[in-house]
């Protein structure tokens, strides 16, 4: 009953607005200020958010992210990258404002989601000066990329924080509503990011002393066109151990095997944030059920020829599970490559990295199975592992908020968010790939996380501008 009684998205507008006017004195909608918490000084009117949240958006493709070239970028290069962003992020970000202000009203004004809400104002005010005119001058770019960063820094916490708004009010909604809300919020954010990310990394690699030092071959931005799988599982291994050894005094062994030499184009944040993610739960499971000896096994295979667009693989991975992402709802059309996009879809041979992750740590019970891609589904208890940590006992009265509050819920506490697995689908399947868990219940559990590299080899030799320096510096180092 409560539930229904704050929920605004169910009553059309024009009842909504006789009903306001009707029960306060208030104009109908609510200022922008009202709605935050505490009240933000954003200046962005509604008007303005309406008009942005109403322009279409397109998808994020990787012509985007390459087509201003190689870095260091001229003068010319770096001027439309920054108008580039500023073309695609405002309606980004009146977008997601929107679907908070559709939440129901009891979540929106929460602390913790209203935070959020606040973060998003504001980042949309700071913009707002840059997007009204062309940037047209190289202290004009600066300026923006500040914006860019302080952007980026604004919204670092946002998975914590909501985390924490959406279990306070776990009693006003329900578990498939937020997960809904949540894939598509941290969905769209993935792009939000990236864009940023992108304008910011290109402006460092063609400014301040990075000009004067030799550009490096591989890397466009954030994107490595030639990120090795097996590398950066052996960097994430080095940091989990840490973590287990911190939490459970114990570090489990990894071996590698397979295609260990595997490369392809893709963003090492995105592996990283993954197979970190991955290994926690493997690591985790293995100490928990007091297996240790025996080493995770992660095999790499390589498969160069998978023909598929983004839309299809995706549609082929989880449109018809159960709880997976919902393909019919809004917000598709900034998720997936353009399909007529000759380098936004991944029509022809990109390079397809899987990754099977194996632990001996026991397997997932059935009960536990069909809940893994919940968000906030943990069955972490942080008095157990302190428990295993002490060779003692402990209580098991933890739940998600005393793992927050514990925990601090960075990336550096070993599990009990219950993100890990839903957000590092997400990451996979932002470019094309996904995640499968199979559980051998009694004995241990295989992850294969299959990756799209966003590029084949021709692609990027084809990609717009840029790129002949890269194979001219590649001739050169021949001959
Ligand atoms: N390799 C694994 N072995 C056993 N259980 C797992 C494994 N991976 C995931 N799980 C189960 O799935 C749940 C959700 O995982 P995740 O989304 O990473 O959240 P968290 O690690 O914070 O609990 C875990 O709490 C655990 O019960
Ligand atoms: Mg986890």
Redesign the pocket.
């Known amino acids: 009953m409560l539930k229904c009684a704050f929920r605004r998205r169910a009553l059309p507008a024009r009842v909504v607005q006789q009903r306001w006017a009707t029960t306060t004195q208030q104009p109908f909608p609510p200022d922008i200020n009202e709605w935050s918490h505490p009240p933000t000084n954003a200046t962005i009117s509604d008007e303005e958010i309406y008009r942005l949240a109403a322009k279409p958006r397109r998808p994020l493709t990787l012509a985007d992210l390459v087509k201003h070239g190689k870095p260091p970028l001229r003068d010319a290069a770096l001027l439309s990258s920054a108008n580039f962003t500023l073309s695609l992020l405002p309606s980004r970000l009146a977008h997601r404002i929107q679907a908070l202000r559709n939440l129901p009203f009891i979540v929106v004004s929460n602390p913790n989601v209203s935070k959020i809400y606040n973060n998003y104002l504001h980042s949309l005010s700071t913009l707002e000066p840059f997007y009204r005119k062309p940037i047209d001058s190289i202290e004009d770019e600066m300026n923006f990329t500040e914006a860019m960063a302080d952007l980026v820094r604004t919204h670092s916490n946002t998975i914590p924080t909501l985390a924490q708004g959406f279990l306070q009010c776990r009693k006003y909604v329900e578990p498939a509503e937020v997960t809904r809300f949540l894939d598509q919020h941290l969905r769209a954010r993935i792009g939000t990011r990236l864009l940023a990310e992108q304008h910011l990394a290109l402006h460092m690699a063609s400014t301040g002393d990075a000009i004067k030092q030799k550009p490096d071959p591989t890397h466009v931005g954030v994107i490595d066109l030639a990120a090795r799988p097996a590398d950066i599982v052996r960097r994430c291994e080095g940091f989990v151990a840490e973590v287990c050894e911190y939490k459970y005094g114990v570090r489990p062994s990894l071996v590698i095997n397979g295609d260990k030499a595997a490369e392809f184009a893709h963003i090492p944040m995105h592996l990283e944030y993954i197979i970190t993610?991955l290994l926690?739960?493997?690591f985790?499971?293995t100490i928990e059920s007091g297996n240790e000896k025996e080493a995770v096994e992660v095999t790499i295979a390589s498969a160069p020829d998978v023909s598929t667009t983004k839309l299809e693989s995706l549609k082929k991975l989880s449109v018809n599970n159960e709880n997976s992402y919902d393909f019919s709802q809004e917000g598709l059309d900034e998720y997936c490559s353009d399909p007529d996009d000759p380098m936004g879809s991944l029509h022809s041979a990109a390079p397809c990295i899987t990754l099977r992750i194996r632990?001996r740590?026991?397997?997932?019970s059935a009960e536990?199975l069909p809940n893994?891609w919940s968000y906030s589904?943990?069955?972490?208890n942080n008095e157990e592992a302190a428990a295993i940590a002490n060779g003692g006992y402990g209580s098991d009265d933890s739940d998600g908020l005393s793992v927050l509050s514990n925990t601090g819920a960075d990336q550096s506490s070993i599990?009990?968010?219950?993100?890990?697995?839903?957000l590092s689908r997400a990451y996979a399947e932002y470019f094309g790939g996904g995640i499968a868990?199979q559980?051998m219940y009694g004995w241990g559990?295989d992850?294969y996380l299959t990756l799209q590299g966003i590029a084949s080899t021709q692609q990027i030799r084809e990609a717009p501008n840029g790129f002949e320096e890269l194979e001219m510096e590649k001739k050169q180092g021949k001959e």
């Open positions: 993610e926690k739960n493997a985790r499971a632990d740590g026991g397997g997932i536990t893994i589904f943990t069955t972490f599990a009990g968010l219950g993100y890990g697995l839903p868990v559980s559990t992850v």
